[in-house]
């Protein structure tokens, strides 16, 4: 069986590498899926619709095209794990685990204890909670070959 895992979430370091190489390393047969990770890309998403006279319009405009493919990726997924990375909030990472939560999708969280605070509600609704790429492998190690 294949199973397909949506990695959410910040997109300013490598943790997807790190995951996506230690399941290959465990011999895991998993396709990752994604949002589009390059932030100018995904500012743009919406441009070819037409310009816009204010910043909040083209945001607006790229958000639903985006949703295009999250949506439908997270719906796709067996189990969707959600990044809060140190450095900026993750808004859309927070939507998309309520997304998840909504649907009944399982997922797993992904962040440093000092976050656990504000993300208490976020977490409550995860499968698990982890702080480290190595414990997502195990996670999917253990769904995958129990």
Known sequence: MTYTVYLSGEIHTDWREQIAQ??????LNIRFTSPV???DASDAAGD???PTSEGFWRDHKSSKINAIRTRTLIEQADLVVVRFGEKYKQWNAAFDAGFCAALGKPYVTLHAEDIIHPLKEVDASAQAWATTPEQIVEILRYTLNA
Do not use: E, S, V
């Open 48 to 50: 070819h619709l037409g």
């Open 37 to 39: 990770t390059d932030h």
């Open 22 to 27: 230690g399941a290959k390393a465990a011999g």
